[in-house]
């Protein structure tokens, strides 16, 4: 479990750390933090990730179209995705898993709920693995 490696995407800081806080407090001590889209593509190119957490609404690059890149990437296609928003709306969720978002959470979120995705997550992707 411990040996997944995160990316955590998001242009706030704050909540940055409160996803990184939530994360290490699950056991996950594997983590790399990126602003946007676009740096996120740099670290995933240099450090690799086994999971990724994004937030939608970024300058640069957002996380939906963070989403679109790693899914038409073939180094990264197969990687677990999981979207932090404030956009809860139906049309928004319907448009995240289209472009194949492994699973949503909306904000504000606890650590229990964020565990409980990222778990849900894991058990579906490492079936298939």
Do not use: C
Not at 23 to 32: A, F, H, N, T
Not at 78 to 98: S, Y
Request: zero cysteines; charged letters at 25%; a neutral charge.
């Amino acid at each position: 479990m411990a040996d997944h490696k995160f990316l955590v995407v998001d242009d706030s800081l704050t909540m940055r750390r409160i996803v990184v806080n939530a994360l290490k407090s699950l056991g996950y001590e594997q983590v790399v933090e990126a602003q946007d889209g676009k740096d996120a593509v740099g670290k995933l190119m240099t450090e690799g990730a086994s999971f990724l957490i994004t937030d939608w609404n970024m300058p640069e690059m957002n996380g939906l179209d963070l989403t679109k890149w790693v899914r038409t990437n073939s180094q990264f296609e197969h990687l677990p995705i999981l979207m932090i928003t404030t956009r809860g709306n139906k049309d928004d969720v319907i448009e995240a898993m289209k472009a194949r978002v492994n699973n949503y959470i909306v904000k504000p979120f606890t650590p229990q709920g964020l565990k409980e995705k990222i778990d849900q997550i894991l058990k579906v992707t490492e079936t298939k693995a």
